[in-house]
C-alpha cells in the first residue's frame, strides 16, 4: 500500500490551500482517514479525521476553517483549508487505517508535503 499526498504550498495569510492523499496498492477498504500536523520543534498533532461513513472531527484550532471530506471510491482524503494563518505552518502527513485484500488492518501514512502561510 502506498499513500501519496500533495496540494501543499506557500500561501499568504487568509488564503486557502486543499490537501489530498490518494492510497493505492493492495487495499480491501479504508476505514478512519485522518491529517496530522508537525510544526519545527513541536510535536505531531491531529488537525482533523473522518470515518468511512463520513463522520469527523476536528481540532478545536483549525473548526470552522479547515473541511476534511473523502472519496471512497478513489480511496482518497481531502483537507480544505481555509482563511489559513502563519500558525498553521508545518509538515501535514495523512494517515489511513487500511484493510489489505489479505484482510490485515494496519494504519499507513503519507510522506507529509509542507504548508506554509506568510504572514
Known amino acids: 500500500v502506498q499513500l501519496q499526498a500533495s496540494g501543499g504550498g506557500l500561501v499568504q495569510a487568509g488564503g486557502s490551500l486543499r490537501l489530498s492523499c490518494a492510497a493505492s496498492?493492495?487495499?480491501?477498504?479504508?476505514?478512519?482517514m485522518g491529517w496530522y500536523r508537525q510544526a519545527p520543534g513541536k510535536q505531531r498533532e491531529l488537525v482533523a479525521t473522518i470515518t468511512r461513513g463520513g463522520t469527523t472531527a476536528y481540532t478545536d484550532s483549525v473548526k470552522e476553517r479547515f473541511t476534511i471530506s473523502r472519496d471512497n471510491a478513489k480511496n482518497t482524503v481531502y483537507l480544505q483549508m481555509n482563511s489559513l494563518k502563519p500558525e498553521d505552518t508545518a509538515v501535514y502527513y495523512c494517515?489511513?487505517?487500511?484493510?489489505?485484500?489479505?484482510?490485515?488492518?494496519?494504519?499507513?501514512w503519507g510522506q507529509g508535503t509542507q504548508v506554509t502561510v506568510s504572514s
Open positions: 494517515k489511513l487505517q487500511v484493510i489489505t485484500t489479505t484482510y490485515s488492518i494496519r494504519d499507513y
Open positions: 496498492g493492495s487495499i480491501f477498504s479504508v476505514h478512519a
